[in-house]
């Protein structure tokens, strides 16, 4: 995945942590946590996860507190692995990842992946289950709406039907929409009015509406671009079934179910005409792009941008600091159409390992507790920018002070207080109980702990009261209805190598004449401006030696 660290406009205040936390959780952990023996050989443990998706120290932009690996290993002194090491390691796709563990070229203890992967290296026996019971903070504090979803994921492994919660724990989720400007320079030129492209955002056939031509990009990425095409592709089926759930003829559990099946379909027939659907795609698109589109939208190249989550709400906030665009202001958007869309998820997994010793798996275990912990998961997300799978009153009180207008920040000391019977009329009431009912200790569901007070969820409603788009807020905690419309993308399995030959197949098709132009005319530009920065050069110089004979005379 895809991860950058959110600007620091989007906390209003960040969690710090001192460097002797590890004395500190030793006495919280050690209430949850039954001693274990320690293990004999090797206590180093080897950790590969993707690139910028875990807390580290960073003093200048306000992260003071150790790495989280290091504050890890402090830890895990305390309970008395006195030579624990985590070498920690990172790579930049799920693909690498993979490849690597496959080829045995290295060996690692813990991973991080995506849900799709997680299936693929499970099915093929690639993977140790892990012991739940040694991770007693997940199963305390993780949301049991977003992880039963990863959970229930079936495996067959060796003939017999299993579940991704035997060898796996969540860490990060969010899904995968359309952001958005409504007031974008061409839209204007072209007479689309603000409230007009909002309502457009509702359906994932706006990105093969000819108004929008040349102002989209969508991923580089053939599952996520994929899953584009067969959305758009099925979409009058998708509309029927989406009804049916409205209208209570089918329940929540059969709708998610069959979207599911829908979302999935990889047979030869549905990849040719998800293929149709995108090549028509691909002459309305400005581009593919890897991870440029979320900055690319916040400059102006672009109107709309498929984009992740997390992503999203990163350009959001960059658009709306005046540090970063100056007085380019945009307010961007993010929408999930109404057929569905994709919910995805992170999670950590232990490759096996014939030489792991008893330590170390005791190690990888207790690490999993760790950074399962509201605390670790408050430090992780205000880094990142995701969203745990963790609840808890950390992460609570994290949500807060980004989002909830119940909470006010003093400018000199940071220090934040909340007051629970501030209220504004114009505020969004937006109720969490789904996601963090289980996992609070000193807040309560039941007294409303969980019910924010917003300016940024901004919901766009349909008729029915579902939530189509919305901003920061939304982007991170999708409501609960919104969550029942969104489908986990699995592994295509054996079709995997069909759907890349189609995929090298549409981005080997010669690009459209447009777009040709616009790349000559961009390295015509690029050629200029260098000529001219070369000349201006040698004009400086030749100037600043006149000057010099000059003051010689």
């Not at 306000?62 to 390691?89: C, H, I, R």
């Not at 993979?98 to 992946?113: A, F, I, P, Q, R």
């Not at 899953?227 to 079934?241: H, Q």
């Not at 997390?310 to 709306?320: F, P």
Request: net charge negative; charged share 25%.
């Amino acid at each position: 995945m895809k991860i950058n660290k959110l600007l620091v406009i989007l906390s209003l205040g960040v969690i710090t942590v001192s460097s002797s936390i590890s004395s500190g959780f030793a006495s919280s952990y050690s209430k949850v946590v039954k001693k274990q023996a320690i293990g004999s050989g090797s206590q180093t443990i080897y950790v590969l996860n993707l690139e910028d998706y875990i807390y580290e120290q960073d003093i200048e932009e306000g992260y003071d507190a150790p790495d989280l690996v290091v504050q890890f290993e402090e830890y895990a002194k305390s309970k008395g692995y006195t030579n624990a090491k985590v070498v920690y390691e990172t790579t930049d796709t799920n693909e690498t990842m993979y490849n690597e563990l496959l080829t045995g070229k290295n060996s690692y203890d813990v991973m991080c992946t995506s849900d799709y992967m997680i299936q693929k290296m499970a099915n093929e026996n690639l993977l140790e289950p892990l012991d739940r019971s040694l991770i007693p903070n997940y199963t305390k504090y993780v949301s049991d709406d977003i992880g039963e979803r990863l959970d229930n994921i079936e495996l067959h492994i060796d003939n017999e039907t299993k579940y991704v919660k035997d060898y796996s724990i969540g860490y990060m989720w969010g899904t995968l929409g359309l952001l958005f400007n409504p007031n974008f320079k061409t839209f204007v030129k072209r007479n689309i009015a603000h409230d007009e492209v909002i309502e457009d955002m509702r359906q994932w056939s706006t990105l093969w509406d000819d108004k929008y031509k040349r102002t989209i990009s969508i991923k580089d990425s053939v599952r996520d671009t994929y899953a584009t095409g067969l959305l758009y592709t099925y979409d009058e089926e998708l509309k029927t079934l989406r009804e049916s759930w409205l209208k209570g003829k089918i329940s929540d559990e059969q709708y998610n179910a069959q979207l599911n099946a829908i979302f999935n379909r990889c047979d030869n027939e549905n990849i040719a005409e998800i293929k149709n659907s995108l090549n028509l795609l691909k002459k309305n698109i400005f581009g593919l792009e890897v991870d440029s589109g979320k900055q690319d939208i916040v400059t102006g190249k672009i109107g709309i941008n498929l984009a992740w989550s997390g992503d999203a709400v990163y350009s959001m906030n960059q658009a709306e600091d005046a540090t970063q665009v100056g007085t380019n202001i945009q307010e961007l958007w993010y929408a999930l159409p109404e057929t569905g869309a994709n919910i995805w998820f992170d999670g950590w997994i232990m490759p096996k390992n014939k030489a792991r010793s008893q330590a170390q798996y005791e190690l990888v275990h207790l690490f999993l507790d760790f950074i399962s912990h509201p605390d670790n998961a408050a430090q992780n997300m205000d880094y990142i920018g995701y969203t745990s799978f963790i609840g808890g009153d950390s992460v609570l009180d994290l949500v807060r002070k980004w989002y909830d207008k119940r909470v006010t920040v003093d400018e000199e000391t940071g220090e934040s207080t909340f007051n629970k019977t501030l209220f504004d009329d114009s505020w969004e009431k937006v109720d969490l109980s789904y996601f963090f009912n289980g996992t609070l200790d000193k807040y309560s569901i039941a007294d409303g702990d969980a019910i924010f007070y917003s300016d940024c969820y901004l919901p766009l409603k349909d008729q029915t009261g579902n939530i189509s788009a919305g901003r920061q807020f939304f982007c991170q905690y999708p409501d609960e209805n919104t969550i029942k419309r969104c489908a986990v993308m699995e592994d295509y399995k054996e079709q995997n190598s069909a759907i890349l030959r189609m995929w090298e197949d549409f981005k080997s098709d010669p690009l459209p004449l447009w777009a040709l132009i616009l790349f000559i005319v961009e390295i015509v530009l690029i050629v200029s401006a260098l000529a001219f920065y070369l000349i201006s050069k040698k004009m400086k110089k030749v100037l600043r030696n006149k000057r010099k004979e000059t003051y010689k005379h």
